[in-house]
Structures are given as structure tokens and as C-alpha cells.
């Protein structure tokens, strides 16, 4: 099992008992945790005290869980996967594989099992069965010892669909207290075509585009929240309670709620009875003519009703009437008396009175919960919490959480705590564990031990994810063990290797702790006490050094650093005679790579591997490379390529695979010659449909139209592709040429590794070093660091901005060989000062100051340049802006900087910015 902490460690849960070495004489209560303590006011745990622990990994589109009160845990995934988590054996097992139909995010979608689970084995899941006509089967199975007896399923309940294009399935299964079955179900109805608003498109052929045949119509099962009795032989009764009486006289006698477009997730709190459920809205980013923007909810239903859609959304929000022949709107929808006059309904004309969401949110800040963040939407909802006092665990969840909803977005890839007063009224939302990683969370429930238990479904949708868990999260109430954190200088090398040990950044997170330290390494003769020590290794071989940490309880924390004795990691240079930071146009690199080793007297060439690589504009320079590279150069930061790492927009796009939209290198490909940058760019605020298929790509109102830009400049780069030449030898040259005629230069890797011989213990070791070289204009967005001073986005890409005296940026270890001038694009309006820079620090030595004058406004940019006192070696770059005389804020508008060499170098290897 992995198991991940929040910050730096891993901590293992050690029981009461071990924790309090606690006298005879002393009470129970007092050896209580504060946070079991049922008081008032109950202590808010620190988020350290939480772990998260991945039970399996790479599960395939995993959807729903159920814990068994002997802790055992089932969990499906869409393509018909049935397993179970043994916490006996900590073995994952598959039971089964469904045949399901998986198209229009159809499968294998929810599982409960019986209240009596224990005895008769049942097990209930919502699927889709390879059958005609197409529908959603509640069935009932018998769990065998290691699989499910397809021959005793019980078909409960059978739910007509249309095959369409939403995903707008449901599928949640939940028994309460008192043996009901609660099922939630989907409006299946394709979205798309109403440009993010109500779908009510009566239009004849158009039946999948009108929710009013399902989510608003008495008579259909599909778009509701269902509440029926199970028997015994397979059919179900009736609940008293239900929307509408059980004659089924005024509508489905099954339905408890109405009006939900995709209730994906619900959840039944087993003391209140209060039914919660997300509700995954529509997308339109902002209002129009047909009414107000798209906006998830979570859903509280304290007894049975119609909670809107589609004629309403969030807080009862009303849609209007709209004709999608004639694209006419007509009246507002009336909260109080819901009329649904569709050709396509089969139920009642007159609905209830609509409820409102208890929590609603946009794609942008949400007025009412701005906790929420903004970005993409998919609100779900989790089980509400039940601290028990008298529960003999040592990771239950905390006194303060009782009565809590856990309610979570997978789109956000947050978890919040909705807490509630005694009437089950919202009262306060508060993030849950905030700073651990949590990979789109689909499902939770929590276990008979207290403990949490959710299934993450991973970064993209519909495809097969490596992060794709089924995780637990514990709670630790007792003192925490210390964290050892090991440090050592030398963990290579050959005999005698001389090591410093340090454990100095060792820590505890019960702050009054004294913690001791002791060092041991295998199979020496050596124990040392104290947070320092050091140790000569005389033979060769592969050794580990263990810091134990301990406080004065006795909980422990340990960790191990691995030490190889008997061979020398060659060392690696790249040398030349040209500038080691930058290229210029017409340009030829002249190298030759140097290698030592101590251990082979004889450098083998064939052990020798050189590549040159040219990176277009937005390319990661390779991760095996950084930390050896002689030069801390990279590619520079891409703003567009930030903002889409940040965004969304990975959930249903890969880099070259298709998922639910194109990939980013088709979206590349396809306008790479028309490059409609400002088209698209709207596009992803306003989202929309069509082009690439049926399905819409979500809004994006919170993004501004300048950084929209910047991430429609960096997909279309990735119409690029890598060009490399291996084989290269020793000594060369090269001509720099790729970057000709590209409208965004990309990056020159030199690099070249050496794989050693290797000693009689050790065997060969291999290093590497790397030679980047940029594009001599370098725009602010690609600083290293920024001092008071703002980057903000701009149609022609980042603006260096709300610049004072002694504000700087840095540009970190760059080389001036050969540079003679800089020259700054920049704008003030009303301000003269200068540029210094400055080496190694803000107050370092001054090799180039650059004094401009005023341009009159912020949008006239012009160029000036600034010699560069010669210079050697690599430096840290601080460029300073200097107006000592009031008033010195908002000196400028920086565009970038370009570095020449030479007295005739021009502009060139630029970006066309």
C-alpha cells in the first residue's frame, strides 16, 4: 500500500494504548483524545492528523463503493468491473466483468448491497445490460465466496432510455435506515444543441433534446431521485411518503424527487433521512436571452418534491419559454405553478411547486460560496458523518466532523465539509484536507472503523488512468510520531568515502515534543547519537544509514539513505567557445564534450552517447536531464501552457490522444495554417459545441480574453514536432537553424552522457550533462522570480507591470559572454527612470543601466538599448528599476528584454510578438 501525507511525511496510526503509557489510577476520560471528546465545542483538527492511503491504483473508470460492516469494500467501474478490498488480507480482488453497453456513458454504474448483507449475500447494482431495447437495470445478485451468480439476478427495476450523447446517466444506489432503496437516474437528454441552457427543443424528431419528457414529466422514471421497498422474490413495494401517491394516479408512484438533470452522486443520511445529491448543470457560461447561466448544486431534500430543472437551475432561477424553430423566447417559467406543456410529455401539466439548490455555483465566483472556487463544474455529493463516542477505533473520524456532509467536485478536485444545524440547515462549508492531492474524486463512503474510503477516477475522462485509486483516509487523535528527514553529502563514491549525516530537518508536528536521534548503518559496526554524525566507509559496497527519530513517549519515525562505496560517477562537460545561454540567427555551436573518470584510465568513446535536439516553443526539456545540466537554462516559462496546466481543460483533452474533445496536437493541426487566435480564444470563455462532435466544451467566464490567447498560442505550438540527431560525435559543429521561420523560436539541447566501466561492487554508473540554448529575446513571463512588480496578460502575450523604485525580476544563471548590448520594449506614460542590472543580487555589481523617457501611454511601446560592461561566467541577472525622486510607482510596461552580441547583432532568433 502507498500511502501520502499532507506535507512532507508518512505517518504511521499506533494505537491508545502505545501512544499513553497511562497509570492505573488515571480515567478513561483522561486519556480520552480531545478530539473524541463530545463537548460543545469539539477541537478542529490539523490537516496532518488526516492521511490518505492508496489502497490500488490503476483502476479502469471506477464509479461507486459500498463498505460491508465487516469493512470489506466493494467498488465497480463503468466497463463492468465488480471488486472487493479485503482489509483482513489488504488484497484488491476482481469478482466479475458485467457485460454492459459503455456507450453515451452508459455501464456499470452503482452498487449498494442489502441491509442484511451479512446473511444473505445480496448485492444490488445499476447497470446497463448488452439488451434491447436499451434501458438501466436495478438488479439484485448473490455473492458467492469469490463471485457474483449471474443466474440469480433479480431484475428490480428496468428504466427505458434513448441512447444520446449526455452521460447523463445517475446510477447512485443507497439503502436507508429503514430499508428503502434509493436510486438516482439521469435526465438522458442530450444537451448540446440548446447553447448551454434549459433543453426544451419540442421540435418533432427531436425527442433525446427535450428534458421535459423526462426530468419534467410525472410519468418517467428518468431525471429523478427514486424511493422504492425491495421483497424478497425480486420485486419492491411502495414506501407511504413518496412525490405521489402509490396509485400512481397523479404520477410514478417510485418518484421522491423530480426535476434533477444529472444527480451522479446522493446520499442518504441514515439518522435524518435527508436525501443530498449533486446535480451537474449546464454550461453555459453567462446569461442570455433564453436565462441565466449554468450552475451545479448540491441538493437537500428533507421530504419529497420538483427541484426544477429544466425549467430552473441553482437558487430557482427561472429559464424562459423558447421555440428552437423560430429561436423566439416567450414567458419566464413560474417557480410557483410549473406549467410543462411539451408534445413529448406523458404526465401532468401542472407540476409542483420548484424547491431551490442549497448550495449553488457558476464557472466563475460563486457571490454566495466563493469557497468553491471557479473553473469546470461536476458537484457531487458524499455522506453525511456520525461521530460515535462509544467506537473502538483509533481512526474514526473526529468529534468536530459529527454531522457533517462531505460533499465533493470532480472537476475541482476538491472535498468540502457542509455543516449543518440540529434542523439540517446549511450553516458553514469548509475545505477538506486542502493541500493533499486528490485526483477527481467520484465516490465515498466511510467505513464501520470510522474511517473514509474514496474511489479517485484520475486525471481524464473515459480513458484507463494511472491515478485511478480506491484510497482511505484515516485520522490520527493521539500524539503523532516524529518525522525523520535524513540528509547526506556524499552518497557515491569510491573507498574510503568519508560521509557527513544530517537529520537536522527532522520535525514533529506536536510542537512540544523533544525528539532524540539515532544513526545506525547496515551491516557496520556504528551507532550514533545526535541529530549530526559522520562515517568512513574503507570497502567497497551498498550500504543504508538509518536516522531514527523518537519523542518522549516513544513513538518513532525512521528513514534510510542509500550509500554506494567502490565507483565514481564520471563527470561530464560540455565546452565551447560560444555563449552558453542564448543562439542567434546564422549561427554554427561548436562543442566538445569532456569526460573523466577516475576508475577508467581510458575514456571508451562507444561508451559515449551525444544528442542535439531542437524544442519547439512550449516543449518540456526531458526530466532525466534536469539537475545535471550545466547550465540551469531551461526553455523558459510558457504563460499559455501555465494557464492550461492550471485550467480544466486536461479532464477531457490529452496531449495526443482523444478523449471526450480532441487532443491538443489535432486542435493544433487543424488551425495551425489559419492560427484564428482570438476566435478560439473565445471560444473557450464562451465554451460551446460542434465542431469537433456532438459533445460542448465547458465555459470559461473566469478566464480573462488575454489569457484565453495564451492558451490558444501555446496548443497551436504543439503542431511542432521535436528534431533530433543522435549519434554525434566527441567534437563537432552544429548549425542552428531549426528555429528559422517559426513564429515562436523554441530551445537547442546539447547533451551527452557517459556510462562508466563500472568498480568490483558497484556497478557502471551513468551521468549526464545538458547545454540549453534560448532565443535571445526573453519576454517578462519568463522570469525566474519577480520583486514588487505584476505580470499581466495582454493580447500581444504578459506585461511586466505596477513596477516602483527597487522594484526587480531575475533571470537566473545567465551567461554574458560576448554581450554587448540589451534592448527593453517597454512603455510609460508619464515617468522617466532607468534600468540597472545588477549581478548576483539586487545590490550587486551594475554591468548595463539603461535610462528611457516617458512614451505618453501605456499602450505606445518603444526600444531602447543599453551597453553591457564585459562579462564572464554564469550569473543571476537583477534587473532593478531605479527612480529615487518622487513619485516613483508605476514606473513602466516592460515587454521583454533582448540580449545582442557584438557591435552588428540586429534583432533576430525573436519571437514575433
Not at 456 to 482: H, M, Q
Amino acid at each position: 500500500m502507498i500511502q501520502s501525507h499532507f506535507w512532507r511525511a508518512t505517518l504511521m496510526f499506533l494505537s491508545s494504548a502505545v501512544v499513553f503509557a497511562c497509570q492505573k489510577n488515571e480515567s478513561a476520560q483522561e486519556t480520552l483524545s480531545p478530539y473524541y471528546q463530545t463537548v460543545s465545542t469539539p477541537r478542529q483538527p490539523e490537516e496532518n492528523r488526516f492521511t490518505r492511503t492508496v489502497i490500488t491504483e490503476h483502476l479502469n473508470e471506477p464509479m461507486e463503493l459500498v463498505v460491508a460492516d465487516d469493512g470489506r469494500v466493494f467498488f465497480v467501474d463503468r466497463n463492468g468491473a465488480l471488486r472487493r478490498y479485503d482489509p483482513q488480507t489488504d488484497e484488491v480482488k476482481q469478482i466479475n466483468t458485467l457485460p454492459v453497453i459503455t456507450e453515451g456513458g452508459n455501464g456499470l454504474l452503482g452498487i449498494t448491497l442489502d441491509p442484511d448483507f451479512a446473511t444473505n449475500q445480496y448485492v444490488y447494482l445499476f447497470y446497463t445490460p448488452q439488451a434491447e431495447p436499451l434501458h438501466q437495470s436495478v438488479s439484485r445478485f448473490t455473492l458467492g465466496p469469490d463471485s457474483l451468480d449471474y443466474a440469480s439476478e433479480k431484475v428490480i427495476l428496468e428504466i427505458p432510455v434513448e441512447m444520446e450523447s449526455s452521460a447523463h446517466t445517475g446510477g447512485s444506489l443507497q439503502f436507508d435506515a429503514q430499508g428503502h432503496l434509493w436510486i438516482s437516474v439521469g435526465d438522458n437528454t442530450t444537451p448540446f444543441a440548446s447553447d448551454g441552457f434549459a433543453p426544451i427543443d419540442e421540435r418533432e424528431g427531436r425527442l433525446e433534446y427535450d428534458a421535459q419528457r423526462s426530468s419534467g414529466n410525472t410519468h418517467d422514471l428518468r431525471g429523478k431521485i427514486l424511493r422504492i421497498t425491495p421483497q424478497a422474490d425480486g420485486s419492491y413495494t411502495i414506501p407511504e411518503g413518496n412525490l405521489f401517491p402509490t396509485d400512481g394516479s397523479q404520477g410514478s408512484p417510485e418518484i421522491y424527487v423530480m426535476g434533477c438533470r444529472n444527480p451522479y452522486r446522493m446520499s442518504v443520511d441514515t439518522v435524518s433521512g435527508y436525501v443530498y445529491w449533486g446535480e451537474i448543470g449546464p454550461d453555459s457560461g453567462v446569461d442570455g436571452k433564453q436565462g441565466p447561466r449554468g450552475y451545479d448544486e448540491i441538493n437537500q431534500a428533507k421530504e419529497p418534491g420538483f427541484y426544477g430543472w429544466p425549467y430552473f437551475v441553482g437558487d430557482s432561477k427561472p429559464y424562459l419559454e423558447y421555440d428552437f424553430a423560430t429561436q423566439q423566447v416567450g414567458d419566464t417559467f413560474d417557480v410557483a405553478r410549473p406549467v410543462n406543456h411539451s408534445p413529448n410529455n406523458t404526465g401532468s401539466e401542472i407540476l409542483p411547486p420548484a424547491r431551490k439548490a442549497m448550495i449553488w455555483y457558476p464557472y466563475n465566483e460563486s457571490e454566495e460560496f466563493p469557497i468553491v472556487g471557479t473553473g469546470g463544474r461536476s458537484a457531487m455529493a458524499g455522506p453525511v458523518y456520525h461521530f460515535d463516542p462509544d467506537l473502538e477505533s483509533d481512526v474514526k473520524f473526529p468529534a468536530y466532523l459529527d454531522g457533517a456532509l462531505f460533499i465533493f467536485d470532480w472537476m475541482r478536485d476538491w472535498v468540502m465539509t457542509v455543516f449543518l444545524d440540529e434542523q439540517g440547515n446549511l450553516q458553514r462549508i469548509e475545505r477538506f484536507m486542502e493541500h493533499t492531492q486528490i485526483d477527481r474524486p467520484i465516490d465515498m463512503q466511510f467505513g464501520p472503523e470510522g474511517a473514509l474510503y474514496m474511489l479517485e477516477y484520475g486525471e481524464n475522462y473515459g480513458k484507463n488512468n494511472p491515478d485511478a485509486s480506491l484510497v482511505k483516509i484515516t485520522f490520527n487523535p493521539f500524539n503523532r510520531p516524529p518525522v525523520a528527514v535524513a540528509s547526506v553529502q556524499d552518497t557515491l563514491g569510491a573507498a574510503p568515502l568519508q560521509v557527513k549525516l544530517s537529520g537536522s530537518r527532522s520535525f514533529d508536528y506536536d510542537s512540544d515534543d523533544q525528539i532524540t536521534y539515532s544513526w545506525t548503518i547496515s551491516d557496520q559496526d556504528f551507532e550514533e547519537e545526535g541529530p549530526e554524525a559522520s562515517y568512513t566507509f574503507n570497502q567497497p559496497g551498498t550500504y543504508e544509514a538509518v536516522l531514527t527519530v523518537t519523542d518522549q513517549v516513544g513513538q518513532k519515525g525512521n528513514t534510510k539513505v542509500r550509500i554506494r562505496v567502490g565507483n565514481t560517477l564520471p563527470e561530464v562537460a560540455i565546452e565551447t567557445t560560444k555563449n552558453r545561454t542564448f543562439y542567434w540567427d546564422q549561427e554554427t555551436l561548436d562543442y566538445q564534450v569532456m569526460v573523466r573518470d577516475p576508475e577508467d584510465e581510458v575514456v571508451d568513446t562507444a561508451r559515449l552517447d551525444v544528442i542535439f535536439s531542437y524544442l519547439p516553443q512550449g516543449k518540456d526539456i526531458p526530466g532525466m536531464l534536469v539537475g545535471h545540466q550545466q547550465t540551469s537554462v531551461t526553455a523558459g516559462k510558457n504563460r499559455g501552457k501555465e494557464l492550461l496546466e492550471q485550467s480544466d481543460c486536461k479532464a477531457c483533452h490529452m496531449l495526443d490522444q482523444r478523449t471526450v474533445g480532441p487532443s491538443f496536437k489535432e486542435i493544433a493541426l487543424r488551425y495551425e495554417q489559419s492560427r484564428p487566435v482570438s476566435e478560439l480564444a473565445k471560444k473557450i470563455i464562451e465554451g460551446g459545441g460542434g465542431v469537433w462532435g456532438e459533445h460542448a466544451m465547458s465555459a470559461h467566464p473566469q478566464l480573462e480574453e488575454e489569457e484565453a490567447a495564451e492558451m490558444v498560442n501555446y496548443i497551436l505550438t504543439l503542431s511542432e514536432e521535436e528534431q533530433r540527431m543522435t549519434n554525434l560525435p566527441q567534437q563537432g559543429s552544429i548549425d542552428l537553424k531549426h528555429h528559422m521561420g517559426k513564429r515562436e523560436p523554441g530551445t537547442y539541447l546539447l547533451t551527452a552522457s557517459y556510462t562508466d566501466k563500472g568498480g568490483e561492487v558497484i556497478g557502471p554508473l551513468t551521468n549526464n550533462t545538458l547545454l540549453a540554448l534560448r532565443a535571445p529575446r526573453v519576454q517578462v513571463e519568463e522570469a525566474d522570480s519577480l520583486f514588487e512588480a505584476t505580470i499581466f496578460s495582454t493580447e500581444m502575450g504578459g506585461v511586466l507591470g505596477q513596477v516602483n523604485h527597487g522594484s526587480y525580476f531575475v533571470l537566473r544563471q545567465i551567461d554574458l559572454k560576448n554581450i554587448q548590448k540589451l534592448t527593453y520594449r517597454l512603455s510609460s506614460k508619464d515617468k522617466a527612470g532607468a534600468i540597472e542590472v545588477h549581478l548576483d543580487a539586487p545590490d550587486g555589481k551594475v554591468v548595463s543601466q539603461a535610462t528611457y523617457k516617458a512614451t505618453g501611454d501605456w499602450e505606445k511601446m518603444k526600444e531602447i538599448t543599453a551597453t553591457v560592461e564585459p562579462t564572464e561566467g554564469m550569473h543571476d541577472l537583477y534587473f532593478v528599476f531605479v527612480k529615487p525622486d518622487e513619485p516613483n510607482d508605476n514606473l513602466l510596461g516592460l515587454d521583454w528584454v533582448e540580449f545582442h552580441q557584438g557591435t552588428t547583432q540586429t534583432a533576430s532568433a525573436t519571437s514575433m510578438r
